[in-house]
């Protein structure tokens, strides 16, 4: 049984049937993109905020550039910060500072479009039925999820500071069409909390879109 959105995100509920996906592809190369989806800093650290368990139940923990945030309990966070520099003790308490540094280079970008490309066909799996995500048209896609495919392309990142002020925890994707016939392509958009990721599954250049907003970080791979 293959989780549209990984279980380390909270999903529980929305699956393919079971035989969609092999067990082969769902315990390896298919998990190996979930992981590096549930660990990209932002989200990790929303985990431990939130106390989203692992797949296997356990304790979420995100990894940071100068501090380790450990969930030890529902109602505990442990943060083993890497100087003591990062703490700063005042009239109204104990106040920390970190830096969320985390490599986006060439290939750590492309395993996480390579992450959404896999919910989004799962999604056209779901909403438009077997006979289009299978189809010849998507054929390139599902070699790129599996990793038989060179490709190159880009992926937005940013955050919506109300959601996480204000401890909305959804998850939220969607994917729709570009109408014009010449760039034909399906943008998908996958918003974990406030964190949000943006790609395309067939043209792959942001160049042929109106600009984006500028809180939106550009990575080209």
Partial sequence: MEHLV????GNKEIVLPVG???DR????????????????GPIALLRVKYGVPTKAGKMPKAQLKDALWRRTSPGHVHIRAASKKSFTERPDG????????YPMNAERTRVLTRALFKMALGLIYLEEGSDTALSERFRPIREIIRGKKPFHGYLLLASNEEYIRRGITQVGIQYEHVADPDKRTIIFVLDYAGVVLVTDLETRDPDLFPPFPKEYSL???
């Fill in 20 to 22: 969609v996906v092999c």
């Fill in 94 to 101: 104990l106040h920390f500072t970190f830096h969320n540094s």
């Fill in 6 to 9: 990984p279980e380390g995100l």
């Fill in 25 to 40: 592809c769902n315990n390896e190369v298919l998990s190996q993109l979930d992981t590096a989806l549930i660990e990209l």
């Fill in 219 to 221: 990575f080209r791979f």
